[in-house]
């Protein structure tokens, strides 16, 4: 059982280009939403994360944009760069378990 | 610069036996988490510690899998028979308390294959 569901597995954009990431979630007990960046051969890193009290949180080229009530949030990269190029996961978290549920990720080609 | 540490990067064995996989946490950090990361289910949690008390366990396969930690400093997973389906990369993370007040930090990972 999904609980974090993440869309698409896979995208190739141009360098500048706006790939957004989309992820949506059913258990609205979950309070926190992170997501993490991951190189090839590395663990996962956070690059942003939000809590449901917020629209919006941009750090950078990196924006996560969260609607509470289609219990959806996406990121967005501003002016994309090879550099990118990684696998993305969104994850949430619930704050009385203390498990960070992963979705399935999202592998990101920037190309020149 | 603080790191989780996890050995050996890279495992190749036969189905049957036994494997453990190792985890340095970063010194402070008071909880640990193995996932278990494929192509199809992404990053999935096995199991997790607070304070070297096991939490959760549920992600698991229980009758071949288990996790320790006999000290602050080391983590352990076992798996005891492998099985090819257990081929994977594993990672161990660490953390400070809660999500909210640190974020996890990830090991590089130990790629394991059973043939």
């Known amino acids: 059982q999904q609980q974090v569901k993440q869309s698409p597995q896979s995208l190739i954009v141009q360098k500048g280009g706006i790939p957004i990431i989309n992820c949506a979630y059913e258990?609205?007990?979950?309070?926190?939403f992170p997501w993490y960046q991951q190189f090839p051969g590395k663990g996962p890193a956070l690059l942003i994360a939000i809590r449901p009290d917020v629209s919006e949180k941009k750090e950078g080229r990196f924006t996560i944009s969260f609607n509470k009530s289609a219990k959806q949030f996406s990121l967005h990269i501003m002016d994309s760069q090879p550099g990118d190029s990684a696998t993305y996961f969104c994850a949430a978290y619930q704050d009385n378990t203390d498990k960070l549920i992963f979705g399935t990720g999202t592998r990101l080609q920037v190309f020149p | 610069d603080a790191r989780v540490t996890q050995t050996p990067r890279h495992k190749v064995t036969e189905m049957g036996q036994e494997v453990t996989m190792r985890c340095q946490p970063i010194l402070g950090h008071n909880t640990v988490f193995w996932y278990r990361q494929t192509m199809m289910q992404g990053l999935e949690l096995l199991a997790y510690?607070?304070?070297?008390?096991?939490?959760?366990d549920s992600g698991m396969p229980k009758d071949r899998f288990s996790a320790e930690m006999p000290d602050a400093t080391l983590a352990t997973l076992k798996i005891q028979p492998s099985e090819p389906r257990d081929s994977a990369v594993y990672f161990c993370?660490?953390?400070?308390?809660?999500?909210?007040?640190?974020?996890?930090?990830f090991g590089n990972g130990t790629r394991l294959t059973v043939t």
């Open positions: 258990n609205t007990a979950f309070d926190y």
């Open positions: 993370a660490s953390g400070r308390g809660t999500a909210y007040n640190s974020p996890l930090h």
């Open positions: 510690f607070r304070n070297r008390a096991p939490l959760d």
